[in-house]
């Protein structure tokens, strides 16, 4: 599918954006239902359109149609994550207090997390990207389902019409890719595993 | 066999892994000793590992359909941000992240003062410069019925609550009454997102007089206060020290500080 070049959502045209509201709004609110779902599911819809109004926000710095995924799934993901930490704040009864722009900014610490999860949108949607030019979509999906979903190699292969031999050399590969971009992103190498890259 | 084992570890930490799988983990670690430290390592990173998996495969989902609704909304949305100047936006950060600074509060007054006097000063000239029967002819009228100059134009206050949780939170509501309290004939608004409180807070009523934005956000605990007040800036935060509780006297400062610039 041919997507709109960036000139043209910069523009605010609206054609153009409608086709990219279809194309981007199913990653947007599958990720927000994954972080939300087991305490605010009904709020996924909400924080998705919050995290396209920052997505406008930020359309002029970005270069390329197909870098929005990464930076909305990116956004969507710490938008997410943030709406989960107010609530978890007002169930406290505002026994903290959160400065201003922070909450206008949506980015909140926290202080139990992975490093994944630390990342800022900036430094996560960097990750996402070098993702995206090194692993082939088909092997995000097949991984993603063999260990997310639990299919079996086979049910995979059946769906795809390929060979299950081609499934497990593709997720033997994808998961090597993953890894070695999440070490090079999150993780250190020195004697401490798990380590936070200084922020 | 390092990517071998790798899959092995991620089958065995996801509950995937058949005994022959447990016994492969076995054979490569005792033919490959050096793997060991690689082994420990993955375990420790299973937890972002499948985080990022499902980011990954966040990318390329496609099965969501839009509603309808939420179009309408998000062309809005985009309508909105992208009309709208980016100075202003930036003028919000910076206000909003600039703590109040005691220096300007003598510097701000310097420029009213001088205006003042050049007033008095300007208005002394024309009285004494004007002819002395249409100075009796004002005299009489202005004894009979205040001059527009005694007349003064009453502040444009407008007040708004920021509370992105507001739907979740429910009807309770005694922030906002406090706030009514204070303003009774001021309408408080309430904004339960970022962007359609930066809507509000980016336009200014068109008012001949001072005009005057105060807002609370709900989840920070702290009371803004935007003035223009004969064309100058004005601003000040006061900020809950503990709870809550203290709302009724951080707005009462709002008040007071509001009476004192409007003076």
Not at chain 1, 59 to 87: D, F, M
Not at chain 1, 110 to 130: K, M
Not at chain 1, 169 to 186: A, F, Q, S
Not at chain 2, 16 to 30: G, K, Q
Request: with cysteine; glycine share 4%.
């Amino acid at each position: 599918m041919n997507y709109p070049p960036i000139e043209r959502l910069q523009s605010g045209d609206s054609e153009a954006w409608d086709i990219v509201f279809e194309w981007l709004w199913p990653k947007a609110i599958y990720i927000s239902r994954q972080v939300l779902t087991p305490l605010a599911p009904s709020d996924a819809e909400d924080v998705v359109i919050e995290a396209f109004t920052s997505l406008f926000e930020r359309i002029h710095k970005v270069y390329s149609t197909e870098s929005l995924p990464s930076l909305l799934v990116a956004i969507t993901r710490n938008h997410a994550r943030s709406h989960l930490r107010k609530l978890s704040a007002i169930k406290r009864g505002y026994s903290k207090t959160i400065p201003m722009n922070i909450v206008l900014e949506e980015q909140l610490p926290s202080q139990e997390e992975t490093p994944l999860e630390s990342l800022a949108t900036e430094e996560l949607f960097d990750l996402l990207e070098q993702i995206r030019l090194e692993l082939p979509e088909r092997t995000a999906r097949y991984i993603h389902e063999y260990y997310i979903e639990g299919l079996t190699r086979r049910d995979i292969a059946e769906c795809y019409g390929v060979s299950v031999h081609t499934v497990s050399g593709n997720i033997r590969r994808g998961l090597r890719v993953l890894r070695e971009k999440l070490k090079y992103k999150v993780i250190c190498t020195d004697d401490l595993p798990f380590r936070m890259r200084n922020r | 066999m390092r990517d071998e084992l790798l899959e092995l570890v991620m089958n065995k930490a996801t509950g995937r892994a058949s005994d022959e799988d447990l016994r492969r983990i076995d054979s490569i670690l005792e033919l490959e000793p050096h793997l060991w430290d690689d082994y420990n390592q993955w375990h420790q990173e299973i937890p972002a590992l499948r985080g990022v998996i499902c980011l990954a495969a966040a990318t390329t989902e496609h099965q969501h359909q839009l509603p309808e609704q939420i179009r309408m909304k998000l062309r809005a949305r985009m309508r909105t941000a992208l009309s709208r100047s980016q100075p202003n936006y930036d003028r919000l950060m910076e206000l909003v992240n600039t703590p109040p600074d005691p220096q300007l509060s003598w510097r701000w007054a310097v420029t009213p003062a001088v205006s003042l006097v050049a007033i008095v000063v300007i208005s002394l000239v024309l009285f004494n410069n004007r002819p002395d029967a249409e100075s009796a002819a004002q005299t009489e009228v202005a004894n009979n019925q205040p001059s527009e100059a005694t007349v003064s134009i009453a502040p444009v206050i407008q007040v708004a609550l920021l509370d992105t949780v507001g739907v979740t939170r429910g009807a309770d509501d005694s922030t906002r009454s406090q706030f009514q309290k204070a303003w009774p004939a001021v309408e408080v608004r309430q904004f339960n997102s970022s962007a359609e409180f930066r809507d509000w807070f980016i336009q200014w009523p068109a008012a001949r007089g001072s005009v005057c934005k105060i807002f609370y956000n709900q989840g920070s605990g702290e009371l803004k206060l935007i003035a223009k007040i004969n064309g100058e800036e004005k601003a000040a935060t006061f900020a809950l020290k503990n709870d809550v509780s203290e709302l009724s006297q951080i707005i009462q400062q709002a008040q007071a500080r509001l009476v004192e610039w409007m003076q």
